[in-house]
């Protein structure tokens, strides 16, 4: 049996699956209850993703451990900041997180002015975060032994996606969390899909990121090896991306890639972070990533050049 409620479309016995049309505004909300929320993190992801929450009516509580952006999200959004996690979890019926990393995420969730110290039974805290699933089931635990829920829900898209309301969300964790947190997601996801129990969310990041890793060096070479060989890189470009070859790398990046501009997107250092958890994870599991291994140390090469900050297309740089 099939039934649709928010639009969340639910199939006895498989994953639910949101799915936002672009520019989707309020009226997408209706037949959802509005929510208590608190976001964890004003960072370039956090702060456009809590705008669409207040955007969609619920009534938002920003936390970001630099007070001046959340109070700056506040008086542009119209919604409220506090100056700890837990002050900012309390009363709320969902608590959204999105920050750098396993330790940054402890932080917000552990100890006395954490989150978890402020929710309310029944509450569950959504992770954005792209992290350890080993810190994912760790916080899980810690979260059901205080009778409270939580999604693993990293996210894929950037910025940009972030900003357009046209997120991917991967999620892990109990069915009935998923259901109750994934109208709340569906504010800037295009997509959001229960990918299995806890855990299962940042897994399905990992194979986001070994697919982007293997990409981009490969565009790289491409694009490089045109240059060089006196091609023009738009020809090149425009016929070779209407077979095999296309991808949304090849489409939305190569201008800024042969112009040497690289401030479009997720930074070098994050992305170093997440392949860093996704090798670990293949140790775990006994998975061979060679690609991945190899490529992690060209971004290791685009750091050293003082590119950390660049955006991951960044890979060509050291080509030449």
Same mark, same amino acid.
């Given at each position: 049996m099939v039934r649709r409620d928010a639009g969340v479309l639910h199939n006895s016995g498989a994953p639910a699956v949101q799915r936002r049309p672009h520019n989707a505004g309020r009226e997408q909300c209706r037949g959802v209850t509005m929510a208590k929320v608190a976001f964890l993190g004003m960072g370039v992801m956090g702060a456009p993703m809590a705008g669409h929450l207040a955007a969609a009516g619920h009534k938002v509580t920003v936390f970001n451990r630099t007070v001046e952006k959340a109070v700056a999200w506040s008086e542009r959004h119209g919604g409220s900041w506090a100056d700890t996690p837990r002050k900012a979890a309390e009363d709320a019926d969902f608590v959204m997180v999105c920050v750098g990393n396993d330790d940054d995420l402890r932080q917000v969730c552990l100890g006395a002015d954490g989150a978890f110290a402020g929710m309310k039974p029944g509450a569950i805290l959504v992770d954005h975060t792209t992290v350890s699933a080993a810190v994912t089931r760790e916080l899980a635990e810690s979260a059901r032994s205080a009778g409270l829920g939580y999604v693993d829900a990293p996210v894929s898209g950037g910025q940009v996606g972030a900003q357009n309301g046209q997120l991917s969300v991967m999620c892990g964790g109990p069915i009935g969390d998923y259901d109750r947190a994934a109208p709340i997601i569906a504010a800037y996801a295009r997509i959001c899909r229960r990918m299995g /129990? !806890? @855990?299962? @969310? +940042?897994? !399905?990041? $990992?194979? %986001? +990121?070994?697919?982007?890793? @293997?990409?981009?060096?490969?565009? *790289?070479?491409?694009?490089?090896?045109?240059? =060089? *060989? @006196?091609? /023009?890189i738009e020809e090149v470009v425009e016929v070779i991306s209407q077979g095999a070859a296309a991808s949304w790398q $090849?489409? %939305?990046?190569? =201008? !800024? $890639? =042969?112009q040497g501009h690289f401030d479009h997107g997720f930074a070098v250092d994050w992305m170093r972070k997440d392949l860093a958890i996704c090798l670990a994870a293949a140790d775990e599991v006994g998975a061979s990533l060679p690609v991945t291994a190899l490529v992690d140390q060209f971004y290791k090469d685009v750091q050293r050049m003082g590119g950390g900050r660049w955006d991951t297309s960044s890979l060509i740089a050291r080509l030449g």
């Amino acid at each position: 049996m099939v039934r649709r409620d928010a639009g969340v479309l639910h199939n006895s016995g498989a994953p639910a699956v949101q799915r936002r049309p672009h520019n989707a505004g309020r009226e997408q909300c209706r037949g959802v209850t509005m929510a208590k929320v608190a976001f964890l993190g004003m960072g370039v992801m956090g702060a456009p993703m809590a705008g669409h929450l207040a955007a969609a009516g619920h009534k938002v509580t920003v936390f970001n451990r630099t007070v001046e952006k959340a109070v700056a999200w506040s008086e542009r959004h119209g919604g409220s900041w506090a100056d700890t996690p837990r002050k900012a979890a309390e009363d709320a019926d969902f608590v959204m997180v999105c920050v750098g990393n396993d330790d940054d995420l402890r932080q917000v969730c552990l100890g006395a002015d954490g989150a978890f110290a402020g929710m309310k039974p029944g509450a569950i805290l959504v992770d954005h975060t792209t992290v350890s699933a080993a810190v994912t089931r760790e916080l899980a635990e810690s979260a059901r032994s205080a009778g409270l829920g939580y999604v693993d829900a990293p996210v894929s898209g950037g910025q940009v996606g972030a900003q357009n309301g046209q997120l991917s969300v991967m999620c892990g964790g109990p069915i009935g969390d998923y259901d109750r947190a994934a109208p709340i997601i569906a504010a800037y996801a295009r997509i959001c899909r229960r990918m299995g /129990d !806890t @855990g299962a @969310g +940042q897994i !399905t990041k $990992m194979c %986001n +990121q070994i697919a982007i890793a @293997g990409l981009v060096q490969g565009l *790289s070479e491409s694009l490089a090896f045109a240059r =060089k *060989s @006196g091609l /023009d890189i738009e020809e090149v470009v425009e016929v070779i991306s209407q077979g095999a070859a296309a991808s949304w790398q $090849m489409v %939305n990046r190569h =201008k !800024t $890639m =042969k112009q040497g501009h690289f401030d479009h997107g997720f930074a070098v250092d994050w992305m170093r972070k997440d392949l860093a958890i996704c090798l670990a994870a293949a140790d775990e599991v006994g998975a061979s990533l060679p690609v991945t291994a190899l490529v992690d140390q060209f971004y290791k090469d685009v750091q050293r050049m003082g590119g950390g900050r660049w955006d991951t297309s960044s890979l060509i740089a050291r080509l030449g």
